[in-house]
């Protein structure tokens, strides 16, 4: 087994049972159905800033891995997911997110099976397991969870993340800076950068979506079109300003970062759907409105049928998923910040083109070594763009590595006033609302700072994605219909678990 592997299985620790979450019925107090699993998982979180009435960004995201400790209790899980070499099948505790065991893809589970805790190690005897992956997979599961509760597994992903660490991993400070200047905590949206595209400024993906934080191809165009400066998509650090600005204008419109990054992966409506339902679930804030909505689009797919697709759309298991996942990858964040040494990254703005010969030639450093700071670079920097490098050249332009310098009062004063912005999906989809999204951008602009350009330039694109997403989601809830099959769907769960806890042994 991989060394990382064998690392990870040395440090693990002991397993905390606790019950598994139930959906709660129409008026139950979602806080109640929550409580049993509210303790666990809190040595495992990553530090947190308390929450303060002068930063609404640490009371946001406070709030959120409150959440999760309470929902979601085992999203430490995915760290080892996205942190261990492929071609293992892993499994962790669902109520504390602890690894408990690593099994082969291919081989014999058995003899070649990696155990956390000594006592788990011969479960496994004198069982029959089944030839199929997939069969096998939810067999081990079974047997586990009589013996620990409820457990998660997972193909690690590793090989994603691994390679691309060790060329970029020594750039996550300055990253994670970029993002703490549009009030969106380094470890959130890192985090999230790591699951998208394990930091790859060059990954795409089959829905042509690139780079950084997966943005589509045409999103990139557009905001190109719209933005005073080139964008060169597949540079990690051109990206990172606008993946953190529509963060931040997500996460302010939502009031969390949670359905924020959902909105990513599901996109608008199926997080609008999924809040209304966990509304109509009986939760009162927008967390447990769309944890517990998102519960249930998972339970009622995975009954037999499509009789409740009126419910859960297109909203899928990666889709559930995608929130917990981000916040399990802030602890490889943070690892990978402590254990590796952090180098600046400059930005000169050019007003020529600079060929990669002239760069090579005045840095002195490798093609490679360019490269790495400016992936999106074949030959030469077009006029306009920007020129990344690990010292600033004058020669190259001007100085606008942001990140680098302490914010402008003006800028300041605009994004703390923008982060307090009352929250409300439904309020920020009104057109009624779009004149006071308007005057942000005019006055972003107006601080005459890059950091400002880019806010002003996100603001612009959201604008224009409201439309059809508020005529779909104003149907989905006054439809009756979805209320009744929400209530016979909740039914019909508690009569599967019912009946599962007749026949357990």
């Given at each position: 087994m991989h060394t990382k592997a064998m690392l990870a299985?040395?440090?693990?620790?002991?397993?905390?049972?606790?019950?598994?979450?139930?959906?709660?019925?129409r008026g139950e107090s979602a806080q109640a159905a929550a409580a049993p699993a509210q303790r666990a998982q809190a040595a495992a979180a990553p530090a947190e800033t308390p929450p303060s009435a002068e930063s609404p960004v640490a009371a946001r995201q406070s709030a959120d891995f409150e959440a999760m400790r309470t929902f979601?209790?085992?999203?430490?899980?995915?760290?080892?997911?996205?942190?261990?070499?492929?071609?293992?099948?892993?499994?962790?505790?669902?109520?504390?997110?602890?690894?408990?065991?690593?099994?082969?893809?291919?081989?014999?589970?058995?003899r070649n099976a990696r155990w956390a805790d000594p006592r788990l190690a011969h479960i496994l005897d004198n069982q029959q397991l089944a030839s199929k992956l997939?069969?096998?997979?939810?067999?081990?599961?079974?047997?586990?969870e009589r013996a620990v509760g409820p457990v998660l597994h997972n193909p690690t992903r590793g090989d994603a993340l691994l390679p691309n660490a060790?060329?970029?991993?020594?750039?996550?400070?300055?990253?994670?800076?970029?993002?703490?200047?549009?009030g969106v905590p380094a470890h959130i949206g890192l985090a999230q950068v790591i699951l998208e595209s394990g930091m790859s400024a060059t990954r795409k993906s089959e829905a042509n979506a690139v780079g950084f934080c997966q943005w589509l191809q045409k999103n990139w165009t557009r905001l190109d079109h719209l933005a005073q400066t080139v964008i060169e998509a597949k540079n990690q650090t051109t990206q990172a300003p606008y993946c953190a600005a529509y963060l931040s204008v997500l996460?302010?419109?939502?009031?969390?970062?949670?359905?924020?990054?959902?909105?990513?992966?599901?996109?608008?409506?199926?997080?609008?759907?999924?809040?209304?339902?966990?509304?109509?679930?009986?939760?009162?804030?927008?967390?447990?409105?769309?944890?517990?909505?998102?519960?249930?689009?998972?339970?009622l797919r995975d009954l037999t049928g499509k009789k409740y697709?009126?419910?859960?759309?297109?909203?899928?298991?990666?889709?559930?998923?995608?929130?917990?996942?981000?916040?399990?990858?802030?602890?490889?964040?943070?690892?990978?910040?402590?254990?590796?040494?952090?180098?600046?990254?400059?930005?000169?703005?050019?007003?020529?083109?600079?060929?990669?010969?002239?760069?090579?030639?005045?840095?002195?450093?490798?093609?490679?070594?360019?490269?790495?700071?400016?992936?999106?670079?074949?030959?030469?920097?077009?006029?306009?763009?920007?020129?990344y490098l690990p010292f600033y050249v004058s020669e190259f332009g001007r100085d606008v590595a942001f990140w680098r310098h302490p914010p402008s009062a003006s800028y300041v004063a605009v994004l703390d006033d923008?982060?307090?912005?009352?929250?409300?999906?439904?309020?920020?989809?009104?057109?009624?609302?779009?004149?006071?999204?308007?005057?942000?951008r005019r006055?972003?602009?107006?601080?005459?700072?890059?950091?400002?350009?880019?806010?002003?330039?996100?603001?612009?694109?959201?604008?224009?994605?409201?439309?059809?997403?508020?005529?779909?989601?104003?149907?989905?809830?006054?439809?009756?219909?979805?209320?009744?099959?929400?209530?016979?769907?909740?039914?019909?769960?508690?009569?599967?678990r019912a009946m599962q806890s007749r026949t357990s042994p």
């Amino acid at each position: 087994m991989h060394t990382k592997a064998m690392l990870a299985i040395a440090m693990l620790a002991a397993v905390i049972t606790t019950p598994r979450w139930s959906v709660v019925t129409r008026g139950e107090s979602a806080q109640a159905a929550a409580a049993p699993a509210q303790r666990a998982q809190a040595a495992a979180a990553p530090a947190e800033t308390p929450p303060s009435a002068e930063s609404p960004v640490a009371a946001r995201q406070s709030a959120d891995f409150e959440a999760m400790r309470t929902f979601r209790p085992g999203y430490a899980f995915w760290q080892h997911v996205f942190f261990l070499p492929d071609h293992s099948i892993a499994y962790g505790s669902a109520l504390n997110g602890r690894l408990l065991a690593l099994f082969p893809a291919k081989g014999d589970w058995k003899r070649n099976a990696r155990w956390a805790d000594p006592r788990l190690a011969h479960i496994l005897d004198n069982q029959q397991l089944a030839s199929k992956l997939d069969e096998r997979r939810d067999q081990v599961a079974a047997i586990l969870e009589r013996a620990v509760g409820p457990v998660l597994h997972n193909p690690t992903r590793g090989d994603a993340l691994l390679p691309n660490a060790r060329r970029y991993g020594s750039l996550l400070a300055e990253w994670g800076a970029i993002y703490e200047r549009f009030g969106v905590p380094a470890h959130i949206g890192l985090a999230q950068v790591i699951l998208e595209s394990g930091m790859s400024a060059t990954r795409k993906s089959e829905a042509n979506a690139v780079g950084f934080c997966q943005w589509l191809q045409k999103n990139w165009t557009r905001l190109d079109h719209l933005a005073q400066t080139v964008i060169e998509a597949k540079n990690q650090t051109t990206q990172a300003p606008y993946c953190a600005a529509y963060l931040s204008v997500l996460a302010t419109k939502y009031g969390s970062f949670i359905p924020a990054l959902s909105e990513h992966n599901a996109g608008g409506t199926n997080v609008g759907r999924t809040l209304i339902n966990g509304a109509q679930l009986g939760a009162d804030d927008v967390r447990r409105q769309y944890l517990l909505g998102s519960k249930l689009a998972h339970d009622l797919r995975d009954l037999t049928g499509k009789k409740y697709e009126g419910v859960y759309g297109s909203y899928g298991p990666r889709s559930y998923l995608y929130a917990e996942m981000v916040f399990g990858n802030t602890f490889n964040v943070r690892r990978l910040m402590a254990s590796t040494h952090q180098m600046p990254i400059y930005a000169m703005r050019t007003t020529r083109i600079i060929p990669l010969a002239e760069i090579i030639e005045r840095t002195h450093l490798s093609a490679d070594e360019v490269r790495r700071f400016n992936p999106a670079l074949v030959d030469r920097v077009p006029v306009g763009a920007t020129l990344y490098l690990p010292f600033y050249v004058s020669e190259f332009g001007r100085d606008v590595a942001f990140w680098r310098h302490p914010p402008s009062a003006s800028y300041v004063a605009v994004l703390d006033d923008f982060l307090r912005l009352s929250p409300g999906p439904e309020r920020w989809d009104n057109p009624a609302f779009a004149p006071v999204l308007k005057e942000f951008r005019r006055r972003f602009s107006a601080t005459n700072t890059e950091e400002g350009a880019v806010m002003a330039t996100v603001l612009w694109y959201a604008l224009g994605e409201a439309g059809s997403r508020r005529v779909l989601l104003a149907e989905f809830r006054s439809r009756d219909q979805v209320q009744r099959l929400i209530d016979r769907g909740v039914l019909d769960l508690n009569a599967v678990r019912a009946m599962q806890s007749r026949t357990s042994p």
